[in-house]
């Protein structure tokens, strides 16, 4: 009897312990309780660096195996629905949005190019949508990446670090030059014309990392190789933050970053393995995952996403798939 | 039974920047960089180990060394120092490391992703080492294919001759772009911080793997024209190759394999380089005929320009060498090779209709120089032979 009423208080004590694990303290209030990760009837999805696409309305969530060309749907519960792009032949999707209304929108890429179309919910592709009215300094204009906001499409080019907002039936609405104001906003305290010229030397080869739009445009980005994590309001006010570094709450190599409804803004470091959380007003709050073995833990962190209900998904290396943590407690700061 | 731990994250003041600070541009910088770069003081929090190797004890940012690099050097697609991309894109001189994860079929021409470069082990990011038992160990060597990684090449603390404990002096710049030292008594590092005699390689850098050879002599162009992309090659590279493939550094093809090294000049092949700009056209001159797709080494001493065009001198300069046939990392054909030996006619190569067939990305470079990717059929034309026969002129 003893001996059971031991055996039931470990067991207790077990289970407590293993919740307790799987809730990652970021910084009083502030908690991400891992969930699971994406799955089918056989357990864990394995993929590299998935491509992180919500569809927001639905609470489904589609990953784009860059490596296999595949886009896989998942559940609001994290459950694969479907699949699809095996049969693309050769077209390679990189990235894709949904719109409000369920329609899907593909970016591939292909020799000399690049082709934007519609998919119906099964993934059937639909209608090109022909890109018009760039202006001169999108010549090159090679995107790699694009989201969807409101009737909006933005299209990103990582190198060159522009970004092109069309409608959706391509028309050119506007466009930002994110390197020419990252590079203003790096020089803006050097002192000399010697000390700037040094700082665009330095410049000259960087690239958006992670990029995300929330809900009322807002543009969030990622520049790995300056340490640097960017929030671009509408009004084409650029705010920076990150500071280099291995502690917390410092940027080793920074990847993907997402807000949620509130402002608060996830930005993935793949170095550190961890996931930073930051309020509004840029303030550090926190940081969860960090390399190991453990479901909780993660390895390098990639794209990263996060829902309405608070839940957020990350994508990472080492086939490890997409994790799922629910973040809360953001509401009490 | 063991409790699990909390994960708690320390949190101080608020940190908010506003202006950016730091760039990772100059990581390297010729030599070791921030040792937080690539270790771990305290894995992170709370001491905990390394995933995925008990063996790593070296505190590293990745289950191995090699998944270390590549926290940095791996990227979705092309651009600057990324020499492993998921599309197959980077047009770095070296070679894309996809291609060691991405075989390719078309008729009856089959290329193993096994077969495409140096197999690398790195967990994090899926590359295992050669499954061909024919290659448990290096060809023409002793190195073990379970041990080769990033560091097996390039000495990741970039010392030069076995670093300032050696009594060497001070590195002040990178060795790969060009530069002179300005500084009184410093030095420049290797070339691409490649392990030099001093060097003891290996996965974990601790094999006990001892080159003999030292670091070549290249000169890489630097900035926008990509890191590496473009590349002048002066001296030592088949040498270098050598610290791991010594029985393939041969000076004459009576030993039934292709000459190569410092010694093995280009001389009475210069005629035919210079004058071969494609199959049937041997209109070329030597201030032009520099291929970036059968690039030479120029020679000790030889004044090295990435963007220079001109092409061997008979006689006095130039010697063929390893990577005038090969790329240093991977590329899409097998044997790792700048160019098919596998089809009669280049333009019309079973790789072009495995791409077409959707086996890998339409982005993929597979020819390439000089950061562009090279059209075959536009610049070689539909009937090009073997750009072997750059020297060799047999078409």
């Not at chain 2, 990684?149 to 060795?175: L, M, N, R, Y």
Request: net charge negative; aromatic share 10%.
């Amino acid at each position: 009897m003893k001996t059971n009423a031991i055996k039931h208080l470990r067991i207790t004590i077990l289970s407590i312990a293993m919740l307790v694990a799987s809730v990652t303290m970021a910084k009083a209030g502030v908690q991400a309780e891992y969930q699971y990760n994406l799955s089918n009837f056989w357990g864990t999805v394995p993929s590299l660096w998935a491509q992180l696409t919500l569809d927001q309305e639905n609470n489904e969530i589609y990953a784009l195996d860059l490596n296999e060309s595949l886009i896989k749907v998942f559940s609001e519960s994290g459950m694969e629905l479907q699949d699809f792009g095996q049969d693309y032949g050769a077209v390679h999707p990189v990235s894709l949005a949904v719109s409000e209304a369920g329609t899907l929108f593909v970016l591939s890429t292909r020799y000399q190019g690049w082709d934007l179309f519609q998919c119906n919910y099964r993934g059937e592709v639909g209608a090109a949508i022909i890109i018009q009215g760039l202006p001169a300094n999108f010549g090159d204009f090679n995107p790699a990446r694009v989201e969807y906001q409101k009737g909006s499409l933005y299209l990103v080019d990582s190198h060159s670090m522009l970004v092109a907002v069309i409608d959706l039936s391509g028309r050119f609405l506007r466009g930002y030059d994110l390197g020419s104001m990252v590079r203003a906003e790096y020089t803006k305290s050097s002192k000399s014309d010697a000390a700037i010229a040094k700082l665009q030397k330095q410049m000259i080869d960087i690239e958006v990392g992670g990029f995300s739009v929330d809900g009322a445009g807002t543009m969030y980005f990622t520049v790995p190789a300056l340490f640097t994590a960017c929030r671009l309001h509408t009004d084409g006010v650029l705010e920076s933050f990150g500071i280099a570094g291995g502690g917390p709450g410092k940027f080793g190599v920074v990847a993907g970053i997402a807000a949620d409804k509130r402002g608060f803004i996830f930005v993935t470091d793949r170095l550190r393995c961890v996931v930073l959380v930051f309020d509004p007003a840029l303030n550090f709050q926190g940081e969860f995952g960090y390399r190991g073995p453990e479901a909780a833990n993660l390895l390098v962190p990639d794209d990263v996403e996060i829902d309405g209900r608070g839940y957020l998904y990350v994508a990472q290396a080492a086939n490890r798939g997409v994790s799922v943590f629910k973040i809360t407690g953001l509401e009490e700061l | 039974m063991n409790s699990k731990k909390v994960y708690l994250a320390l949190t101080t003041a608020s940190i908010m920047t506003l202006g950016i600070s730091g760039s990772a541009m100059a990581f390297h910088d010729g030599g070791v960089a921030k040792c937080n770069g690539c270790h771990s003081m305290h894995q992170s929090a709370d001491a905990k180990p390394v995933a995925g190797s008990t063996a790593n004890s070296w505190l590293m940012k990745g289950s191995d060394a090699s998944s270390t690099c590549l926290n940095c050097h791996n990227g979705t697609t092309k651009g600057g120092y990324k020499i492993a991309t998921a599309d197959g894109s980077a047009l770095a001189a070296g070679g894309d490391f996809f291609w060691m994860k991405t075989s390719w079929a078309n008729g009856r021409t089959t290329s193993a992703a096994d077969n495409h470069g140096h197999n690398i082990v790195a967990k994090d990011f899926g590359f295992t080492a050669d499954a061909d038992l024919d290659n448990a160990v290096a060809p023409g060597g002793t190195y073990a294919a379970t041990k080769l990684g990033c560091t097996s090449c390039h000495d990741a603390h970039g010392q030069v001759q076995g670093g300032t404990k050696q009594g060497q002096k001070p590195i002040e710049a990178s060795g790969s772009y060009g530069a002179v030292p300005s500084t009184p008594d410093t030095i420049l590092g290797n070339y691409r911080i490649l392990g030099d005699s001093s060097y003891t390689a290996g996965s974990i850098q601790n094999d006990n793997f001892a080159f003999n050879n030292d670091a070549p002599v290249a000169v890489a162009l630097n900035g926008s024209g990509g890191y590496g992309a473009s590349v002048a090659y002066g001296s030592g590279m088949s040498e270098w190759c050598a610290n791991c493939h010594a029985g393939l550094l041969v000076s004459n093809s009576s030993t039934g394999k292709h000459p190569s090294g410092n010694d093995v000049k280009i001389d009475g092949y210069a005629g035919n380089y210079n004058s071969y700009v494609k199959t049937g056209d041997f209109t070329g001159a030597q201030a032009t005929s520099y291929d970036a797709l059968v690039p030479y080494e120029r020679g000790v001493g030889a004044t090295l320009d990435p963007a220079s065009t001109a092409g061997p001198v008979d006689g006095t300069d130039g010697n063929v060498m390893c990577l005038t046939c090969h790329r240093a990392h991977a590329s899409a054909f097998n044997n790792m090779a700048r160019f098919s030996f596998d089809d009669s006619l280049i333009a019309e190569g079973a790789v072009f209709a495995a791409q077409a067939e959707g086996d890998f990305a339409a982005t993929a470079a597979i020819y390439y120089k000089d950061n562009t990717v090279v059209d075959v059929h536009a610049t070689y034309g539909e009937f090009q032979r073997s750009l072997c026969n750059k020297c060799h002129a047999q078409d």
